[in-house]
């Protein structure tokens, strides 16, 4: 049996663990807000935009990846987004993220999609020689942007209403 398979429901406890797992690894215990609530909504709600595949040994889920489809307008076509790719400690060496990253792969090549994409942490040097070994390579040119708090609050704020008396005057 493949020990990949498409998340269910009842994996959502598990995969959140995993989730708070990864996040202390990347040494950010405390950022997790994620519920199970918000998690099982995500990819299992009415339009899930959100989908996860697990890692799974003897009833044990292991690892998991959680990816969603982005588009790319100059190759005309969608590609999948890696959020997050975590297997445990103990569960390393196995195999499992690499089968993680080939499922991912197989259903990218599948549907058309041009690419596969994800972020990794500079000092993650395990993950990166990984990623290289697999023949992923960085977008040296390319740096990750983020709005957030009140940075995200301030640019999407609602535009201050301009009467017609304040409205621009074009000539």
């Known amino acids: 049996m493949d020990p990949i398979r498409r998340a269910r429901p009842d994996d959502v406890p598990a995969v959140l663990q995993l989730v708070r797992d990864l996040a ?3 040494r950010e215990p405390d950022a997790v807000r994620l519920t199970e609530f918000g998690l099982h909504a995500a990819l299992f709600g009415e339009e899930p935009a959100v989908f996860a595949h697990v890692a799974e040994a003897d009833g044990e889920i292991l690892g998991f990846a959680l990816w969603f489809r982005n588009f790319s307008t100059w190759e005309g076509v969608h590609g999948i987004y890696l ?7 103990e569960a390393r060496g196995r195999g499992y993220g690499k089968a993680l990253l080939q499922t991912l792969a197989r259903h990218a090549v599948a549907q058309g999609y041009a690419r596969m994409e994800w972020s990794v942490l500079d000092w993650n040097a395990p993950s990166i020689e990984f990623y290289r070994s697999l023949g992923a390579r960085p977008q ?6 983020r709005l957030t708090g009140e940075a995200l609050a301030e640019v ?3 535009a201050a209403v301009t009467t017609a008396a304040e409205a621009p005057v074009s000539r």
Do not use: I, K, N, T
Not at 83 to 89: A, F, G, T
Not at 140 to 145: G, H, K, Q, T
């Open 24 to 26: 202390a690894y990347e």
């Open 140 to 145: 040296e040119e390319w740096s990750v942007f």
């Open 156 to 158: 999407g704020a609602p």
């Open 83 to 89: 959020e997050d790719l975590y297997v445990r400690p």
